[in-house]
């Protein structure tokens, strides 16, 4: 069974670097494009980790990151937050509401494999 992340994400090029980096290792991507989508998708597909940014329409990402907590279904589920907001306050946060990591855009497919190091095992390469 294939790795399953979602990428939770209003930005199209996000889920491009996000599918362009991690498909190639086997890595299955499932997408959303706001909290309140991403909330629905996650507890129907309970992915392995969800990327999330922070600033999107409908709910945001930081809103998405307590609901997915207070369900029982996704409050297992790694998650690591993205953000063009890269501030102290900010990330204090996101971690403080559970997320296990924060990668700053914009970003790299190896800052993007960096930040999920140590948080799910990924193949090293396809």
Do not use: C, W, Y
Request: aromatic share 2%; glycine share 8%; charged share 25%.
């Amino acid at each position: 069974m294939s790795i399953r992340i979602l990428s939770i994400d209003d930005s199209k090029m996000v889920h491009m670097v996000v599918s362009k980096t991690l498909k190639p290792l086997g890595v299955e991507v499932l997408t959303a494009t706001n909290g309140e989508e991403g909330v629905t998708r996650a507890r129907a597909d309970r992915p392995d980790l969800i990327l999330l940014d922070a600033t999107m329409p409908v709910m945001d990402g930081l809103a998405a990151l307590v609901r997915l907590k207070e369900i029982p279904e996704t409050r297992a589920i790694p998650v690591v937050m993205l953000s063009a907001d890269s501030g102290q306050d900010h990330r204090d946060k996101a971690m403080a509401l559970g997320a296990l990591n924060f990668i700053s855009k914009p970003f790299t497919s190896d800052s993007l494999l960096g930040g999920l190091k140590g948080i799910i095992d990924l193949p090293m390469s396809a």
